[in-house]
């Protein structure tokens, strides 16, 4: 088994008999920062020193060890201990919590970040169908939810969950980032093999880079800071690339609503800013359909999906 773990933490009566009665699973951060995949679910946690910047942790059990009692609010709290290990992809157990977690969250409409745990796992861990096959559920609702997330991943995960889906004679399109490679290979971004790399990953390497962000992919010129513009400009991502690194205007304002869910949102601020100024500037005019986007995008699962990979704990 993994590096397992002991955590110091406190639970009202009602909150311990939900742990109790739950298969536990959640994400920690290393500032104390948790999220539980049931929101009705609080812990307080009073000693935790786990080194990892974020992961997602199965508990394999708990132990109360004292009780007191709040006067004010007339509530008993528990303290006890959780043991707990990070998700195993290669555990039957780990993968069965995780698919079953999945399944439930997945039929409740209102849920609308039932894929944070699930989502997370596919995309870091280095996961094996063998290990997952046994646990898919024969559900169509299920299975067309495991479809819609895996667009994001990468060529390699996407070919590994079209062999998933096809036991059940759910066909999959894997998508090729065709435009996004191009873009790519003509900003002569190092990034190694494309299909090993998500979405957003790509989409980053993409973008330019903000004042306040890092560059650690390598490129074959060296970057001195100058606005340098590059062709051809028909390639969405290079027009966009273009845009926010000069002055010039967009050549096509309504195609920003193709990017603006797959950016961070460091990224989408930079692009709200832009937009702004060159209506300013009288490059183009205001569109209310353009700003609903960056409020409410078509895509707007997309920003959840990101959410999901690079920042769980967030709520």
Known sequence: ????????????EEQLQKLCDKKLLFFLRNNNQWI???????????????????????????????????DEYDIVHHKLFLYLHPIDEKSHNDCKALINIALQ?????????????????????????EFLNPFIPNDSVFLTCLSNISVCLSVKKQEQIA??????????????????????????KNVGNVENHNLFDLVDYACPNLESSSDDISTSDSSDGSNEQYEPNDNLWIAFYNWINNEDKFKDYKQ????????????????????????????????????????????????????????????
Request: hydrophobic share 40%; with cysteine.
């Open 256 to 315: 920003l609503k193709g990017i603006i869910p797959f950016v961070s949102e460091q990224m989408r601020l930079a692009m709200i800013k832009r937009y702004f100024h060159d209506i300013r500037l009288g490059y183009t005019a205001f569109d209310t359909d353009i700003v609903q986007q960056f409020r409410e995008s078509d895509y707007e699962n997309y920003i959840r999906y990101r959410a999901c990979i690079y920042n769980p704990c967030s709520p």
């Open 105 to 129: 969250r997945c039929h409740i409409r209102e849920d609308i970040f039932w894929m944070r745990e699930l989502l997370w796992f596919l995309n870091w861990k280095d996961f094996k169908n």
């Open 163 to 188: 062999l998933l889906l096809g036991k059940f004679n759910v066909q999959f399109t894997i998508k090729r980032p065709i435009l996004l490679k191009t873009a790519l290979e003509i900003l002569k």
């Open 1 to 12: 088994m993994s590096d397992r773990y002991k955590i110091e933490c406190q639970a009202s």
């Open 36 to 70: 539980s995949y049931d929101a009705k679910i609080h812990l307080e946690l009073t000693n935790y020193n786990c080194s990892t910047d974020c992961s997602l942790f199965i508990v394999d059990e708990l132990e109360t060890f004292d009780e007191y009692e709040d």
